[in-house]
């Protein structure tokens, strides 16, 4: 099980970035993923996880409404749209899987991208 996190990179707030969650030798369709980031100095936190059964998804208040996670099957990938970025959105994101979308279930994490939201 292999996940790759993408799409990274310098934006002043209220940006946009997009990133990528990919995998290898497996699908993504049969797993719950989750996005988490982990800023400086502080513990990894989960951000929005999108849910294997229905679809369905989840966001963490700090993030609601700029935030989106979509799934892309043909692609394999999972994305996190992140619009009116924040400089406190600043951290590693990482995708992970889980069982259902309860962070205590999640494990796998894959190399994380580093988003900086600064001017």
């Known amino acids: 099980v292999q996940l790759q996190a993408s799409g990274g990179g310098l934006v002043q707030p209220g940006g946009s970035l997009r990133l990528s969650c990919a995998a290898s030798?497996?699908?993504?369709?049969?797993?719950?993923i989750g996005w988490f980031r982990q800023a400086p100095g502080k513990q990894r936190e989960g951000v929005s996880c999108?849910?294997?059964?229905?679809?369905?998804?989840y966001y963490v208040d700090p993030v609601k409404g700029r935030f989106t996670i979509s799934r892309d099957s043909a692609r394999n990938t999972v994305y996190l749209q992140m619009n009116n970025l924040k400089p406190e959105d600043t951290a590693v994101y990482y995708c992970?899987?889980?069982?259902?979308?309860?962070?205590?279930?999640?494990?796998?994490w894959g190399q994380g991208t580093l988003v900086t939201v600064s001017s």
């Open positions: 999108i849910s294997r059964t229905d679809g369905s998804t």
């Open positions: 992970a899987i889980g069982v259902i979308c309860d962070w205590k279930t999640f494990g796998s």
């Open positions: 030798g497996f699908t993504l369709d049969s797993y719950t």
